[in-house]
């Protein structure tokens, strides 16, 4: 019995002590969390479009051309102890860039890059070491893309494929960045030198332009081509050494015009005056030109300006006690083998009252100018003009104030005119032409003066066409003194060939009508202080009457008529018209 108990006793001691020493053993297993064993980890990714297959254990880097690439990933580092980190191979430092390199704790990693000069990939490893220097369980593998064939070309640290330049001697430093092997070849030139510094490095030196020059501009090409298997990856660097005039303007509240090539609109004076200043530059020397030499209420100061040199110019305006008024004028530079560079500036003033300008008689148009187109009457009231038209191309109005014209512009690939493209005038008087083609245009031309903005003139006539005249003409008024041509009417649009068309005016033939009205009206918003009223009526593409695109001008003809019915009053007329 004793015996028994002893033993019972002795295991269940046993049984005691294996439970303590299990206890005693749990807290081994995670060391990592209680004791402070030494971890790191790596965690929230963050990459750019650079990097490809990334994780905590590497990532690639895509083809790229350029220098260095700021922070292409970020990795955060999750640590309980002081860090660093190195490379496997000696000489990924030199491409790739780990900030920063040493650390404690948690923080984060950013890498950069400097781009791939070679068609291979390299790679190396990356590794990470606890403070006593040995290396831990995190890693990452890094590829960096072998890069695509190229040769790019910076100029003065600025990437370009062009050089353009000024009259003045010039120096350029060139440097060319490749992943192929290359030579380059310059064009022969007594005035661009190119020299080879070294390590991809160049100098161009371009030397002044003649004092007395010939032509506009010169050039000269650099050619950089790859080699062997790469023959293909071709590199030009253009020059252009240009004595061109150019005006160059700026300045806040200056705007560009938007229908009007080369003009600006200032803004709107107060009737009590004021300034408004802007900058201008060119390569030449530059005037100031008032379009109406005779309006003293404002200047334009300094009216003169020298070759490369900044200057500010500035408008003053008088304070205005009668009507709004406007002022046009423009800068223009020296002219340099026949041509120069011409800025026009647009603006108003306010009238003494604050009204808006006053619109006035039209000099030139107290009366309707028309024309009178009576040829087939028994009793004729004029002549048939047929020299003014068909030998002279200007046809007189009836108080011969007015001018009418029609400009063929049809020329072959050899630049010869097309014959069908003829001026007639038949037995009605009615003046009309054969061979009409898109960017064909008849004319109506008046001296005037004092168009205001706000102007309104009327245009009235009836045309017609033969069954292979072209259908589609635009009625179009000419907008101030400049190249503003305005749309009189409704534009309307139409597909011909594939491609949309604006029109004002169809002369599609309809049965049992003799002829089209063409009419509109002109609203202008540009002044003309003393000039020309101009109308055109503009052919605006080649599709026929019989619906038909001919291959080159034909027999078909277009006139502006009159009728008998109308009494001929319905040829063409233009008067000024009030609201």
């Not at 005056?273 to 309006?295: H, I, M």
């Not at 223009?332 to 026009?344: D, I, M």
């Not at 647009?346 to 009238?351: I, K, M, T, V």
Request: aromatic share 10%.
């Amino acid at each position: 019995m004793k015996i028994n108990n002893i033993f019972r006793k002795i295991a269940s001691l046993a049984g005691f002590a294996a439970l303590l020493c299990s206890a005693a053993m749990l807290p081994a297993c995670n060391d990592d969390e209680t004791t402070g064993a030494p971890y790191i980890r790596l965690e929230n990714i963050v990459a750019t479009s650079q990097v490809s297959n990334a994780s905590d254990r590497g990532f690639d880097i895509n083809p790229m051309v350029g220098s260095v690439v700021t922070e292409i990933i970020r990795y955060d580092v999750r640590s309980n102890t002081n860090w660093t980190i190195d490379y496997v191979s000696d000489d990924a430092e030199e491409w790739l860039k780990i900030f920063p390199r040493v650390g404690s704790g948690d923080g984060k990693v950013r890498f950069t890059v400097v781009d791939n000069d070679n068609t291979e990939p390299r790679n190396t490893v990356v590794i990470f070491r606890y403070a006593n220097g040995r290396q831990a369980e995190v890693t990452l593998s890094v590829t960096q893309m072998g890069n695509e064939p190229h040769i790019t070309v910076y100029v003065n640290s600025v990437k370009t494929n062009d050089i353009v330049t000024g009259r003045k001697a010039q120096t350029y430093d060139i440097q060319v960045v490749s992943s192929v092997d290359y030579f380059y070849t310059p064009e022969k030139s007594d005035w661009a030198t190119f020299t080879e510094v070294g390590n991809g490095y160049y100098t161009l030196s371009l030397e002044a332009y003649p004092e007395t020059p010939t032509t506009l501009d010169r050039s000269n090409l650099i050619t950089f081509k790859g080699v062997g298997e790469f023959a293909s990856v071709v590199k030009e660097l253009n020059i252009l050494q240009t004595i061109a005039p150019e005006l160059i303007v700026s300045g806040k509240d200056l705007e560009k015009n938007e229908e009007e090539a080369d003009t600006y609109d200032v803004p709107e004076f107060e009737f009590t005056g004021g300034t408004f200043s802007f900058n201008v530059q060119s390569n030449w020397g530059w005037t100031v030109v008032k379009e109406n030499p005779e309006d003293k209420w404002y200047t334009v100061s300094p009216a003169q300006g020298v070759a490369d040199k900044a200057s500010v110019v500035t408008i003053t305006v008088n304070k205005n006690t009668e009507s709004a008024r406007q002022g046009i004028f423009t800068i223009e530079t020296e002219e340099v083998l026949g041509v120069k560079a011409v800025k026009t500036f647009l603006f108003e003033q306010e009238g003494g009252g604050g009204g808006s300008i006053v619109v006035g008689p039209i000099v030139g148009l107290e009366a309707p100018v028309a024309w009178f187109f009576d040829g087939a009457a028994e009793n004729k009231t004029y002549p048939i003009p047929t020299s003014q038209f068909v030998t002279n191309n200007a046809l007189l109005s009836v108080t011969e104030t007015g001018v009418l014209s029609y400009y063929h512009s049809y020329e072959d690939q050899t630049g010869t005119k097309d014959p069908d493209c003829i001026r007639y005038i038949g037995g009605s008087g009615q003046p009309y032409v054969s061979g009409a083609w898109p960017g064909d245009y008849w004319q109506f031309e008046i001296p005037v003066k004092d168009i205001v903005k706000g102007a309104k003139v009327q245009f009235s006539s009836v045309g017609r066409i033969s069954a292979t005249g072209h259908r589609y003409w635009r009625l179009e008024f000419q907008d101030g003194t400049g190249n503003r041509w305005q749309p009189m009417g409704e534009e309307k649009t139409a597909t011909v060939s594939g491609q949309e068309i604006t029109y004002t005016h169809d002369l599609v033939i309809v049965p049992n009508v003799t002829n089209t009205t063409i009419n509109g009206v002109a609203v202008f918003s540009r002044a003309i202080p003393d000039g020309y009223l101009r109308i055109r009526f503009r052919c605006m593409a080649n599709y026929t009457g019989e619906n038909k695109v001919l291959a080159n001008p034909n027999g078909g003809t277009v006139r502006f008529a009159s009728s008998e019915t109308a009494g001929y009053n319905d040829s063409p007329k233009i008067m000024q018209i009030f609201d």
